[in-house]
């Protein structure tokens, strides 16, 4: 990697203002920047460091919950209010990455962190997403490729935590030059609006917190992740659900997909097929196929859309506590 | 004509030890490689070629000179050079910090004419100038098939593996003057490696030391001198100075080699009996740029008439390298998918089959297994139970020599304060080498294990050969065992003085040497020891042909879950049948064994090199897309030593073997979908499920 220096700002004032630099990079837990410095995909001039900033690391609960930028994984994982509160957000930070990663990577830095795309990844290649004309996988090795809201590039948004999180509703904390906070699935989104990023920060932007409101707190919930290796790997498929349950029926529900799509995939189809009425696994399965509607699978990945209709399933089957076959 | 010591009585032979330098490794004590610090040592790194295929038209490494501590640059490939894959090595720099050098590289300016190239074997063998095609089938092989009760056709592969050792390729080299040199470096082989670097380098052999006191695995992959072992004595010569120099991981995976693919086209035919009566296939695969390419197919069974027909497919890709019982695997899981269906489809039991096929140990493996294994609960009928979580079992098998040869030389002494040193210029590819070598003196001397030093892994010590072939332990092992008979025997004579009774009445244990026939009759070895010359007691030992066989034969059974929501295979058992001859550790033996288990299961389920033809380059060089298996992916395994005879062999390569193949037929046999494409993963069984719809 090349020579860089070293920013401690004390607050978030002096975290904002060095990253007005030419080339500036934040960094929280450092796992997929550094990864990313050592592949040669970034070369800042300048890594500010917001371990230093005060607060960032806490998580508030009074009505919502209100979780700082650099709460580790392991620490969202074993809280009690996030466990019992909102389940699946914990089960998403217990599926990442393997328990060293978990101690050391941030919530901050799992919703920004870049895709995995091999050939993004491969600092030779000149990919749409680097500044390049084109998007290899289109008509390349696509087995892991997006089957929805694809192009003109086609990566999987990899974070584990942003399905779970926006199916609580969850808002982002965005500090810049001003502060701003906008609902979390609105923060990413797709190539077809632009394709150089995977979310709306501004250069000098850094997100400083979630927050979890009440009104979906003790929603039943469910993130079921599918992976190629069981130890260690990253979603093939994913699926958060959450449900408002009286008695036996939806009355309110969210479904998102992790690992199909550039985003993480909010399925209004899905949800429409659950709501108003009662949860069976005939039900769960209609709203599994419900979820994959429009998929437009490239060459390799046609597989996907079996797979992502029977994770919703699961994950259905999990949050409302009914048998797995 | 020697014999092993009768398991029944021993302390340390045949039974359950630990390694003697467990302690040392799980401390961090140990000294890798990577271990090594020397005054004044300088790091290394070397530039791999981007592109698949191209020529190399100039390098200018003048800007890369001048990068700050930097000591020496060296160009590999100069202009004209062709290159074969990426990752090549075109030049090489050594700095005072790893950093350092790594900037250095991005420094050098080297101007490549871009050639055409093809990195999928399957896109390149429809290229004749990369393959010629395959004739047609012969006509006694046509006559064959339709004389036969029940015919199979199909399509099957194994990708490219990698070895993927987690201590990469490298070394460090230190010149001790102009025409010497000491290196330190992950090798199988120091003999081997000692005499392939002085000719490199044009010194005298003599001149040469290698030491390699532990590595982190080779798998085949570290026979030789590797090309980063040249480049680090020229960039140390260059440098004035000693170089460490260790691949990184993108260029450990894209060049040091790799386990070839195996494609194959399979016409096969049996009998209503079960005796297969054909086999006829079209075979490729590919090695990289070399033209050379085989695999022994059919594997084990034989049929009555066989018409295989093997290509070389040339590729851009990184060369081979033996890996774990080499193409083996490959053959095997191919075999026993054609011979699981030629048996549902004359509507036999896949077990009965092979009985039909097999004889001798291989066939009381087979009915041993079944029984230990539960075979008869199986349901014959494959993917009957409904649901989403579906069992099935399989079996597989393996074929390896495993025999020692001569040429180690083995110096023992007994030191006068009781500690005896054993030197022999083998290595420890991670078998337990040392641990064995111990375990055989200390036996026979009567004392205990912690009295014994067993020193390997350096080329000063007595000549012994490569690890490779499963070799080492039928090597090895008889010729410690002759030293220590001859240790023995000395220091019997000794004592006999000293007991007033004659060396053949004696015998030694817990430290004693005692009168069989009256244990009360005794001295102690640190007495005897007391007594001996300043030279002590020394014994050399070489090879006793009659200590070791070759020829082992193996069984697995493996029962599978499969998730038909989602396609993930979940390995429940493996019961592992191998003959092991007459086993030196039992606890190293059955670890071998599951080791060899566990990297069958990334084979079946996970490891694959991706290449992109478009760009020639590979996807996955790297730990996070190669997948290996993991604890998650792991089943029970329970390794079952056969013992046939009380020789020594090697169990290294076979458990490798017949893994993947009895995994892919459970697979079958849990799900009715038949995947003859490895690795199965959930993409392959999804597919197979959307097609049946």
């Known amino acids: 990697m090349n020579a860089f220096e070293w920013v401690t700002p004390k607050d978030l004032k002096g975290a904002v203002s060095a990253l007005s630099g030419d080339s500036a990079k934040v960094l929280a837990g450092g796992i997929d920047l550094l990864c990313e410095m050592k592949e040669g995909l970034v070369t800042p001039s300048h890594v500010v460091n917001l371990k230093s900033i005060a607060g960032l690391n806490q998580m508030v609960g009074r009505d919502d919950l209100r979780i700082g930028a650099l709460v580790t994984l392991t620490e969202l994982a074993e809280s009690e209010s996030v466990r019992s509160q909102y389940k699946a957000v914990a089960e998403a930070a217990l599926s990442v990455g393997s328990p060293q990663i978990r101690n050391v990577g941030t919530v901050g830095g799992n919703l920004c962190q870049r895709p995995r795309c091999w050939y993004y990844r491969d600092v030779a290649i000149e990919c749409l997403k680097k500044g390049g004309d084109r998007c290899f996988a289109e008509d390349g090795e696509n087995e892991y490729h997006a089957i929805l809201g694809g192009g003109p590039c086609h990566i999987v948004h990899p974070s584990d935590l942003a399905p779970a999180l926006i199916a609580f509703d969850a808002k982002v904390e965005i500090q810049g030059t001003s502060a701003r906070s906008l609902p979390l699935l609105d923060f990413f989104v797709l190539p077809a609006v632009n394709w150089g990023q995977e979310n709306v920060l501004a250069p000098n932007e850094i997100v400083t917190a979630v927050t979890l409101p009440k009104a979906t707190a003790g929603w039943k919930s469910a993130y079921y992740k599918f992976r190629e290796r069981e130890s260690f790997d990253w979603a093939l498929a994913s699926a958060a659900v959450t449900l408002r349950m009286s008695g036996n029926t939806v009355q309110d529900c969210r479904v998102v997909l992790g690992g199909v799509a550039p985003i993480p995939w909010r399925s209004k189809e899905a949800e429409s097929a659950l709501k108003g009425k009662t949860i069976s696994p005939a039900l769960a399965e209609a709203a599994g196929k419900a979820a994959v509607t429009g998929a437009k699978p490239l060459k390799h990945n046609g597989y996907k859309v079996r797979l992502a209709a029977n994770v919703v399933r699961i994950a259905l089957l999990r949050a409302a506590g009914l048998e797995e076959a | ?693």
């Not at chain 2, 066989?549 to 989602?566: I, K, N, R, S």
């Open chain 2, 1 to 693: 004509m020697s014999e092993w010591n009768d398991r029944s009585k021993t302390k340390y032979v045949g039974q359950r030890v630990t390694r003697v330098e467990g302690p040392l490794k799980v401390s961090g004590r140990a000294k890798y490689t990577y271990d090594i610090q020397l005054p004044d040592m300088l790091y290394g790194a070397i530039l791999g070629s981007p592109h698949a295929a191209a020529q190399v038209k100039s390098v200018d490494i003048s800007e890369a000179e001048r990068m700050p501590g930097v000591k020496a640059v060296h160009v590999v490939a100069g202009p004209g050079t062709n290159l074969r894959h990426q990752g090549q090595d075109v030049a090489a720099v050594a700095a005072t910090t790893e950093q350092q050098a790594r900037d250095a590289l991005r420094a050098i300016r080297v101007e490549y004419e871009v050639r055409p190239h093809r990195v999928i074997t399957q896109v390149a063998s429809q290229d004749p100038e990369r393959m010629e095609p395959f004739p047609a089938l012969s006509d006694e092989a046509q006559t064959a098939l339709r004389a036969a009760d029940a015919t199979i056709e199909g399509s099957y592969s194994v990708p490219v593996r990698i070895h993927t050792c987690l201590e990469t390729h490298g070394c460090v080299v230190r010149w001790d003057g102009d025409d010497r040199f000491t290196m330190w470096c992950s090798t199988q082989a120091v003999h081997g490696v000692r005499g392939g670097m002085a000719q490199n380098q044009g010194v005298p052999a003599g001149n040469v030391r290698v030491i390699c006191e532990h590595m982190g695995g080779g798998f085949g992959s570290k026979l030789g001198p590797g090309s980063e072992f040249a480049v680090c004595a020229a960039l140390a010569k260059k440098a004035k100075a000693p170089v460490k120099l260790m691949r990184d991981r993108h260029t450990e995976q894209l060049t040091t080699g790799n386990g070839p693919d195996a494609h194959a086209r399979v016409r096969a035919g049996a009998r209503k009996d079960g005796k297969l009566a054909v086999i006829a296939a079209d075979c490729f695969g590919t090695s990289g740029y070399s033209a050379q390419w085989g695999m022994p197919f059919p594997y084990v069974y034989r049929a009555e008439t066989r018409a295989v027909r093997s290509r070389p497919v040339r590729t851009n890709c990184g060369s081979d390298a033996p890996l774990r019982a080499p193409m083996h695997p490959q053959a095997c899981a191919i075999t026993e998918q054609v011979v699981d269906e030629l048996a549902y489809a004359l509507g036999m039991d896949p077990l009965e089959l092979r009985l039909a096929n097999t004889d001798g140990v291989r066939k009381q493996q087979f009915e041993l297994g079944a029984k230990l294994f539960g075979w008869e609960k199986r349901n014959p009928k494959p993917g009957s139970d409904g649901g989403r979580f579906r069992r099935g079992m399989g079996v597989g098998t393996s074929a390896w020599g495993g025999g020692g040869g001569p040429g180690s030389r083995v110096e023992l002494t007994i030191h006068r304060d009781a500690t005896i040193e054993v030197k022999l210029g083998t290595q420890d590819l991670g078998t337990g080498t040392r641990t064995y070598v111990a375990s055989i003196v200390a036996e026979d001397l009567g004392v205990d294990i912690s009295q014994v030093r067993a020193m390997i892994g350096d080329s000063d010590f007595g000549y012994s050969g490569a690890s490779g072939g499963s070799t080492t332990t039928a090597s090895v092992a008889p010729a410690v065992k002759t030293a220590s008979l001859e240790a023995r025997r000395q220091l019997f004579e000794k004592a006999a003085e000293m007991v007033g009774q004659p060396a053949e009445e004696l015998d030694a244990r817990d430290g004693k040497v005692f009168v069989s026939s009256d244990p009360s009759k005794s001295i102690t070895f640190a007495e005897v020891c007391s007594r001996l010359g300043v030279a002590g007691i020394v014994a050399n030992g070489t090879f006793d042909a009659s200590l070791q066989q070759g020829g082992v034969a193996g069984v697995q059974f493996a029962e599978v879950e499969v998730d038909m929501w989602t396609g993930r295979v979940r390995p429940i058992r493996v019961l592992a049948v191998h003959d092991c001859g007459y086993w030196m550790n039992r606890l190293t033996t059955e670890s071998q064994i599951i080791g060899g288990v566990i990297q069958g299961i990334g084979m079946a389920l996970l490891e694959e090199r991706k290449m992109d033809e478009n760009t020639g380059r590979c996807l996955n060089p790297d730990l996070e897309q190669y997948k290996l298996p993991g604890p998650w992916e792991m089943p029970e395994i329970v390794p079952h030593l056969f013992e046939t005879h009380q020789k020594v062999a090697g169990i290294g390569e076979p458990p490798v073997i017949p893994t993947a193949g009895a995994i892919a037929n459970a697979v079958f046999h849990a799900s009715g979908l038949r995947i003859r494409h490895l690795p199965i993963t959930p993409r392959k069984l999804l597919e197979a499920m959307d097609e049946r719809v």
